[in-house]
C-alpha cells in the first residue's frame, strides 16, 4: 500500500522507478495485484518481480542503470503472524535488507530510505514516542526484525558513509490498505454485516496515519540527512472503539461486535512524537481520520464486487 502511493508520487513528479516485488500470499494476493495495475503503464515505471532476501536474484534482475536511491518498502508485517513464523521474517526483515544495503555499496548508490516501525518502541508508556526514547524491548518478532534492519542501516552509514533515512511508522492506512489490519477489516466486515473481532474492550488506540500522508513523508525523507530516525504519524491517537463508531458513520452501518483477549505481542497504545518529521522534513499529516476513513470506504464500495472477498485473517 504505501510502496504505491509512494511510486505513484514519484512518477507524478516526473521520477524515473524501479518496483520492485515478489507478490508473495503474506496477504491476499488480489490487493497487490490491484495496486500494481494502476501503476503498469504509466511513464518512467518499471517492475521487477523479484524476492528482495534472494540476494543473487535480486542483483540479476534489477537494471544496471545508476540509481539515485533506494526505498525499502518491503516488508514482512503483522505482530501476531510473527510470532508463530519469526523464521520468514527475519528472511525479509533483515536479510533482505541486508541485501539492499549491500547493492547500495555494490552500486555506489548514496541514500536508503527504510521503512520501519512504530511497533520497535514496545510498551512505552510515553505520552508521546521520540525517535531517542528506548527501543531495546521488543515484544514480537515482527518489531524485532525491524529493530535488527534498522541496526544493520546504522552500521552501513557509520561504515561505508551511506546515507540513512529510517521512518518509523504509525498504523497506515487506506484505499486499498492491508487487510490484516483493523481499517480494512472492519469496513469490510461492517459493510458485508459480518462480526468483528476486537481484541480487548475497545480502549487499545492507535495513532493512525493516511497512506498519503506517509507517502509524501517518504518521498521527503530522501533529501541527505546522514543517519536519522523519524516518526510518521498522525499526531492524534483514537482508541479502536473510536474507529469502529468513524466506520460505522462512513458506511451507515451498525457494527456487530465480539471480544477476544488482548494479545501479548499487541501494544496497548502508539502516539508519534511529529517535531523532528517537521524539523527536517517540513512534514505534518494532512488527513484527518474521519476523511481518510471516507476515502477508505468509497474505494471499498467503488472495488466491492471483488473485495468482499479479500481474506483478511
Given at each position: 500500500?504505501?510502496?504505491?502511493r509512494?511510486?505513484?508520487l514519484?512518477?507524478?513528479?516526473?521520477?524515473?522507478?524501479v518496483g520492485?516485488?515478489?507478490?508473495?500470499?503474506?496477504?491476499?494476493p488480489r490487493?497487490k495485484r490491484h495496486?500494481?495495475?494502476?501503476?503498469?503503464?504509466?511513464?518512467?515505471f518499471?517492475?521487477?518481480h523479484v524476492?528482495?532476501?534472494q540476494?543473487a536474484a535480486l542483483?540479476?534482475a534489477l537494471?544496471?542503470?545508476?540509481?539515485?536511491?533506494?526505498i525499502?518498502?518491503a516488508?514482512?508485517?503483522?505482530?501476531?503472524?510473527?510470532v508463530?513464523?519469526?523464521?520468514?521474517?527475519?528472511e525479509?526483515n533483515?536479510?533482505?535488507?541486508?541485501n539492499?544495503l549491500?547493492?547500495?555499496?555494490?552500486?555506489?548508490?548514496?541514500k536508503l530510505?527504510?521503512?520501519?516501525?512504530?511497533?520497535?518502541?514496545?510498551a512505552?508508556r510515553?505520552?508521546q514516542?521520540?525517535e531517542?526514547?528506548?527501543?531495546?524491548r521488543?515484544?514480537s518478532?515482527?518489531a524485532?526484525t525491524k529493530q535488527a534492519?534498522?541496526?544493520?542501516?546504522?552500521t552501513?552509514?557509520?561504515?561505508?558513509?551511506?546515507?540513512?533515512?529510517?521512518?518509523?511508522?504509525?498504523?497506515v492506512?487506506?484505499p486499498a490498505?492491508?487487510p490484516?489490519m483493523?481499517?480494512f477489516?472492519?469496513?469490510?466486515?461492517i459493510?458485508?454485516?459480518?462480526?468483528?473481532?476486537?481484541?480487548?474492550?475497545?480502549?487499545?488506540?492507535?495513532d493512525?496515519?493516511?497512506?498519503?500522508?506517509?507517502?509524501r513523508?517518504?518521498?521527503?525523507?530522501?533529501?541527505?540527512?546522514g543517519f536519522?530516525?523519524?516518526?510518521?504519524?498522525?499526531d492524534?491517537?483514537y482508541a479502536?472503539?473510536?474507529?469502529?463508531?468513524?466506520v460505522?458513520r462512513?458506511?451507515?452501518?451498525r457494527a456487530?461486535?465480539e471480544?477476544?483477549p488482548?494479545?501479548?505481542a499487541?501494544?496497548p497504545?502508539?502516539?508519534?512524537?511529529?517535531?523532528?518529521?517537521?524539523r527536517?522534513?517540513?512534514?505534518e499529516p494532512?488527513?484527518p481520520?474521519?476523511?481518510?476513513?471516507?476515502?477508505t470506504?468509497?474505494?471499498?464500495?467503488?472495488?466491492?464486487?471483488w473485495a468482499?472477498?479479500v481474506?483478511?485473517?
Open positions: 500500500m504505501i510502496g504505491s509512494t511510486v505513484a514519484l512518477l507524478d513528479e516526473g521520477r524515473e522507478v520492485v516485488d515478489d507478490l508473495n500470499d503474506a496477504n491476499d490487493l495496486r500494481l495495475a494502476q501503476l503498469e503503464g504509466r511513464a518512467g518499471s517492475y521487477v524476492d528482495i532476501a540476494r542483483e540479476a537494471p544496471a542503470g545508476g540509481f539515485d536511491a533506494v525499502n518498502l516488508a514482512r508485517v503483522g505482530v501476531r503472524t510473527s508463530d513464523d519469526p523464521w520468514i521474517y527475519v525479509t533483515v536479510t533482505g535488507t541486508l539492499l549491500a547493492l547500495c555499496r555494490a552500486r555506489a548508490i548514496a530510505v527504510l521503512a520501519s516501525t512504530s511497533s520497535v518502541y514496545g512505552s510515553a505520552a514516542f521520540r531517542d526514547d528506548d527501543s531495546s521488543p515484544l518478532p515482527y524485532a534492519a534498522e541496526a544493520l542501516a546504522h552501513a552509514h557509520a561504515l561505508h558513509g551511506l546515507d540513512v533515512s529510517v521512518l518509523r511508522y504509525f498504523t492506512y487506506g490498505g492491508r490484516d483493523a481499517m477489516r472492519f469496513v469490510q466486515r459493510r458485508e454485516q459480518r462480526v468483528i473481532t476486537v481484541y480487548g474492550d475497545g480502549s487499545m488506540s492507535r493512525f496515519t493516511y497512506v498519503d500522508d506517509v507517502a513523508g517518504t518521498i521527503g525523507a530522501l533529501r541527505p540527512l536519522e530516525a523519524i516518526n510518521l504519524g498522525g492524534h491517537p479502536v472503539s473510536e474507529l469502529i463508531a468513524e460505522e462512513a458506511l451507515g452501518r456487530r461486535v471480544h477476544a488482548a494479545h501479548p499487541d501494544v497504545r502508539t502516539a508519534a512524537s511529529i517535531e523532528k518529521a517537521r527536517l522534513l517540513g512534514w494532512r488527513v481520520l474521519r476523511e481518510g476513513v471516507a476515502r470506504v468509497a474505494w471499498y464500495e467503488a472495488n466491492r464486487e468482499k472477498d481474506r483478511v485473517d
